[in-house]
């Protein structure tokens, strides 16, 4: 599967973003998938995980209360909703399939910047 994200950009602290990640082919719905983030001189680390249909989701607790994540697997698309954005959130943003047939699959990742 190829995964392709968008949606990053420059927002202020207390903004929002919405990124998106897309998949090619068939089997993204078979997939549980998450996001991780990497901020520079630091390790990756998960942000978020959704079940392969959606019903069960896990936070990081940095981000726990301020991001959603979701997916349409009509659509072949998962969101990562971030509300009251942090400049400590700044990073790079990566969706991956972590379970199932595509695990280990990476997109390119989408910067995320939040100025103070």
């Not at 599967?1 to 078979?30: I, W, Y």
């Not at 019903?55 to 969101?79: C, E, L, P, Q, W």
């Not at 399939?97 to 280990?104: I, L, M, R, S, Y």
Request: aromatic residues 8%; positive net charge.
């Amino acid at each position: 599967v190829q995964l392709v994200e968008s949606g990053g950009g420059l927002v202020q602290a207390g903004g929002s973003l919405r990124l998106s990640c897309a998949a090619s082919g068939s089997t993204f719905r078979l997939n549980i998938m998450g996001w991780y983030r990497q901020a520079p001189g630091k390790q990756r680390e998960l942000v978020a995980t959704i079940t392969s249909g959606g019903g069960n989701t896990n936070y990081a607790d940095s981000v726990k209360g301020r991001f959603t994540i979701s997916r349409d697997n009509a659509k072949n698309t998962m969101y990562l909703q971030m509300n009251s954005l942090k400049p400590e959130d700044t990073a790079v943003y990566y969706c991956t399939a972590v379970g199932g047939p595509d695990f280990g699959s990476w997109g390119q990742g989408t910067q995320v910047t939040v100025s103070s």
